[in-house]
């Protein structure tokens, strides 16, 4: 470009240009890829055999009729299904991803009586907490962000996996919530602003968690697979008793 315009510059004088304006890629960032290839695959190598084993995490949209856009953030356990409080926001930065995590980690507290940290293996060689939760989510920039990592690194019980770029499928059950949310609730009604929102997502959670039937589930609700006091592949009706022939 700047030989196009008839500039003469030297090689390093664009490398510091490009520096400056933050364009080029670090030098550790194809093995901090390579990383994060390692890490999505052991989130997935074994698959979820119970609840707070794997959480996803994003952002959706929504548009009020009078109040603006709003961004719902929540947590959703890949294995029960089960919908963690959603956090609404004008915003979808850093704090509403932080804000997102800290609802689910109280109301982890609050159904089972403890923490999630209370849950966390012991290391026997270095004597640290391993993590009882891997937390999924894209590739978007409050999740790259240096405030995110760091509250996740002050949080033992929990560790990040981001998705692979432009590969939503991989955070799918996440998708499916929003989507779920939207078109059984939210697109029927005509809500007016924030408030209004609020209300109706926090209704629709706890109708979703506890009435709501889930094929996937066997038709139990999330909450009761959440909790241990169903097993998701018993349906929970009798099934038809079928006669000989003859």
């Not at 770029?165 to 955070?171: A, F, L, R």
């Amino acid at each position: 470009m700047t030989r196009r315009d008839g500039v003469q510059v030297s090689a390093s004088t664009v490398m510091r240009a490009l520096k400056d304006e933050n364009m080029l890629q670090s030098a550790d960032y194809q093995r901090e890829r390579r990383q994060l290839a390692a890490a999505r695959k052991a989130a997935f190598l074994v698959p979820p055999s119970g609840p707070n084993q794997v959480w996803q995490l994003d952002f959706s949209d929504f548009e009020t009729i009078a109040g603006g856009t709003w961004r719902i953030a929540g947590c959703r356990d890949y294995w029960s299904k089960y919908e963690s409080p959603w956090h609404i926001s004008p915003t979808a930065n850093q704090f509403d991803a932080i804000e997102a995590v800290e609802l689910a980690l109280a109301d982890y507290e609050t159904l089972f009586g403890h923490r999630l940290v209370d849950e966390c293996p012991i290391d026997p060689d270095t004597g640290e907490l391993l993590p009882v939760v891997t937390l999924v989510t894209d590739n978007g920039g409050p999740f790259r962000s240096f405030r995110f990592e760091t509250f996740i690194a002050q949080h033992p019980e929990l560790r990040h996996v981001r998705t692979r770029v432009k590969s939503p499928g991989q955070n799918g059950s996440r998708e499916r919530g929003f989507e779920s949310l939207k078109y059984e609730r939210l697109y029927l009604h005509e809500i007016a602003d924030g408030l209004d929102l609020v209300e109706h997502t926090e209704d629709y959670r706890v109708d979703y968690n506890t009435i709501r039937p889930h094929e996937a589930l066997a038709w139990n609700s999330p909450l009761e697979v959440h909790l241990g006091s169903v097993d998701p592949s018993t349906p929970n009706f009798p099934e038809p008793e079928i006669l000989p022939s003859s």
